[in-house]
Each structure stands twice: as C-alpha cells, then as structure tokens.
C-alpha cells in the first residue's frame, strides 16, 4: 500500500467518529425556541419557524437546522415568527443566544419588552437623560455605564418608533 493511500485511510479513520456525529445529529423541521427576561418568560420551547436576533456579530436568522452557534444579544428587536404564522416583536436590552444541535433556540436577555408595550414618548425620555448623564459622566466608570444606557435607549427609540 502506498503512503498516500496509507495515510488517506488513517484520516478517513481518524474522522469516522465525527462524521457519525454528524449524520445522526437530530435534524428538525422546527425550532424549539425559548427567549426569557428576568421580567418575563416570552416563549417556553415553543415550536416557531424562524427567529431574528440582533447581535454584536451582526443581526441573523435562525431557521431549523441552524448550525450550533452561541453569540452575544446586543440591544435591539427580536422577530419571532411563529408556527401560525403570526409575526411577534419583543425589544432586548441585552444577553445571549445559543443554538443548540438538536435546533433548540435560547434566547436569555437581561430585560425584554413587546414592541407592541413600548411608549415612544417615554422611550425618547429615557434617551435623553442617558445622554444627560453621559454628558455629565466624569469617571471612565460613569462614562462607560452612561454610553451602554445610551445604547440602550437608542435602540429603545428605534423599536418604539
């Protein structure tokens, strides 16, 4: 036997494990979705079809079969979209996101709200008293807190606009 084909077998051996991980992995034609806020328990592994989700890496969706990922929830809007077809909005402060084999989906966030709940007037008051303290902000402490509360209200203004 040649050494090409030698160690051409020895590689295909040395991956067998991983490809029958791969072929027996739980493929499903639905998600399991969980997105939670220590104000509230939104979705409890409930079946939806696909789910949006603003992140520090990018804003993505999350389909059925989505490659395991995990990546950190910046503040924005989360799109569910549900079995029926109905489309739900539900803004996040921040927190994470798994996507787990088996096409489970968490979404853990620090504080969430419906879209729908927002008070844009309110939200606009938030913005401006963090760009209040942020002005006034004189340690890097302060001044790092004022900026993720600015952030923060931002994109509060955003989804309630």
Not at 59 to 67: C, D, Q, R, T
Not at 96 to 118: F, G, K, M, R, Y
Not at 122 to 131: D, P, T, W, Y
Request: glycine share 4%; aromatic share 6%; net charge negative.
């Amino acid at each position: 036997m040649s050494f090409a084909l030698r160690n051409g077998s020895r590689l295909v051996s040395s991956m067998r494990p991983a490809l029958r991980a791969m072929q027996s992995r739980g493929y499903a034609d639905e998600m399991a979705f969980t997105l939670a806020a220590a104000n509230k328990v939104f979705y409890d592994s409930t079946a939806v079809r696909q789910v949006d989700v603003p992140s520090f890496s990018g804003a993505f969706g999350i389909l059925p079969k989505h490659v395991p990922t995990l990546a950190v929830l910046r503040p924005g809007v989360v799109t569910v979209y549900e079995q029926d077809g109905a489309v739900k909005k539900v803004f996040v402060s921040s927190g994470t996101i798994t996507v787990n084999e088996d096409s489970s989906v968490q979404v853990l966030a620090e504080e969430a709200h419906p879209v729908e709940d927002l008070d844009s007037a309110a939200c606009r008051e938030i913005l401006s008293s963090a760009q209040s303290k942020l002005s006034s902000a004189s340690t890097d402490v302060e001044k790092a807190e004022a900026a993720i509360a600015v952030e923060v209200a931002e994109e509060l203004v955003k989804a309630s606009g």
